[in-house]
T-cell receptor, first 110, second 111 residues
Framework: GQQVMQIPQYQHVQEGEDFTTYCNSS?????IQWYKQRPGGHPVFLIQ?????EVKKQKRLTFQFGEAKKNSSLHITATQTTDVGTYFCAVQTGANNLFFGTGTRLTVIP | NAGVMQNPRHLVRRRGQEARLRCSPM?????VYWYRQLPEEGLKFMVYLQKENIIDESGMPKERFSAEFPKEGPSILRIQQVVRGDSAAYFC?????????FGPGTRLTVL
């Protein structure tokens, strides 16, 4: 079955520091999606990566898809308190449903 | 264009009762997905439905859980004879293509 490992599980950073979360799969992926879930909230779609080696940016967020399409990363530059939440990677399986990684919970200390 | 709507937002049930969770997808979306999230964990896929059809229910427990998406009205996730282990947040999502839009969730507490 699908296995997607996400590290780290938790990350505490000082406001202004950078943050990175990694997602690793045992199999080659067709695409990967990233979601953010605020505490007490619901997952919100951030981005989808499809191409090998793809890099996409959204303001302070940089998303990468590995050359072998087995791993991905999300990097946040100069974190802000609004970045607090859990970041999930997710891969599509079977009939379009999503298999979510375990998530990285980000805490930003003001 | 209203987002995905779920109700109730919070539901408390005693062991052995039934829980009914409702989900209305975004306008124009005919695909609905249900996920369960246990405290401090990620989301686990349960079932994928289109109007009047269950497409994939590979994540649904074999007993006590059922889901439907009728021709008219919201999608319903039904849990019969709830147990404490059913306490979780249940999210539904709807999709036009690849990305999924999630509702606010129903937080079920079983006493």
């Amino acid at each position: 079955g699908q296995q997607v490992m996400q590290i780290p599980q938790y990350q505490h950073v000082q406001e202004g520091e950078d943050f990175t979360t990694y997602c690793n799969s045992s199999t080659t992926l067709s695409n990967i999606q990233w979601y953010k879930q605020r505490p007490g909230g619901h997952p919100v779609f951030l981005i989808q990566l499809v191409k090998s080696g793809e890099v996409k940016k959204q303001k302070r967020l940089t998303f990468q898809f590995g050359e072998a399409k087995k791993n991905s990363s999300l990097h946040i530059t100069a974190t802000q308190t609004t970045d607090v939440g859990t970041y999930f990677c997710a891969v599509q399986t079977g009939a379009n449903n999503l298999f979510f990684g375990t998530g990285t919970r980000l805490t930003v200390i003001p | 264009n209203a987002g995905v709507m779920q109700n109730p937002r919070h539901l408390v049930r005693r062991r052995g009762q039934e829980a009914r969770l409702r989900c209305s997808p975004m306008k124009g979306h005919s695909h609905v997905y249900w996920y369960r999230q246990l405290p401090e964990e990620g989301l686990k896929f349960m079932v994928y439905l289109q109007k009047e059809n269950i497409i994939d229910e590979s994540g649904m427990p074999k007993e006590r859980f059922s889901a439907e998406f009728p021709k008219e009205g919201p999608s319903i996730l039904r849990i019969q004879q709830v147990v404490r282990g059913d306490s979780a947040a249940y999210f539904c999502a709807s999709s036009p293509r690849d990305e999924q839009f999630f509702g606010p969730g129903t937080r079920l507490t079983v006493l």
